[in-house]
C-alpha cells in the first residue's frame, strides 16, 4: 500500500506540471494536488500510528482524500482538461487504491471488535 501510494503521488505530481504547464490551469490543479498526494502520506502516518482506532481513523483520512482526488480527476476530465485516456488511466489506480484502503478498513474495524 505504502508503495503503491507513492508512485500514484508521483503520478499526480507528473499530471500536475502537466496541467499546469501545457493546460495552464492553476486552481482546480493546486487541489487535485493536494488530495492526490496526501493519500500516500495519510497511508505512512497510519504506518506508526499510537493504536488500532488511530490507524483507522488515519487510513480515513487517506480514503477521504483519494475520494476527493477522484472528484478533482473527474472535473478535469469533464471541463477538458484531461482527455478521457489521461483520466481512465489514473482514475484505474484510484479506484483501486480506494478499494484498498476500504478493505483494510474494514479488516482492522472487525479486529478491534474482536478485541472488544
Known sequence: ??????????????????????????????????????????????????????????????????NETMYWLKLLKETDYLSLDQYENINKDAVEIIKLITSIIKSAKASLNIKN
Not at 7 to 16: N, P
Not at 29 to 55: H, P, W
Open 1 to 66: 500500500m505504502k508503495d503503491k501510494s507513492f508512485v500514484f503521488a508521483i503520478r499526480i505530481v507528473k499530471m500536475f506540471r502537466y496541467l499546469i504547464e501545457e493546460k495552464k490551469e492553476f486552481i482546480l490543479s493546486k487541489q487535485f494536488l493536494r488530495s492526490g498526494t496526501s493519500v500516500g502520506a495519510m497511508i505512512r502516518e497510519a504506518e506508526f500510528a499510537e493504536t488500532k482506532k488511530d490507524f483507522i481513523h488515519k487510513m480515513a483520512i487517506g480514503q477521504k482524500e483519494i
